[in-house]
């Protein structure tokens, strides 16, 4: 087996695609989440990686 066979692994903050949650009330969440995070930290100290932890 050379380096090429082997399968491709996933770092350990993305799910895989069917553990992923799918679905209309996923955008809703990240959006009161950034509300919430940019009230709090105000923009210049927010991130994107926050705002998804908030959102879950």
């Not at 799910?15 to 709090?40: C, M, N, S, Y």
Request: avoid cysteine.
């Amino acid at each position: 087996m050379t380096g090429t066979d082997k399968p491709r692994r996933r770092g350990p903050g993305r799910p895989r695609q069917d553990e992923a949650d799918d679905g209309p009330g996923t955008q809703e969440r990240i959006r009161l989440a950034a509300r919430e995070v940019f009230a709090e930290r105000g923009y210049d100290k927010t991130s994107v990686r926050g705002i998804a932890k908030v959102a879950g």
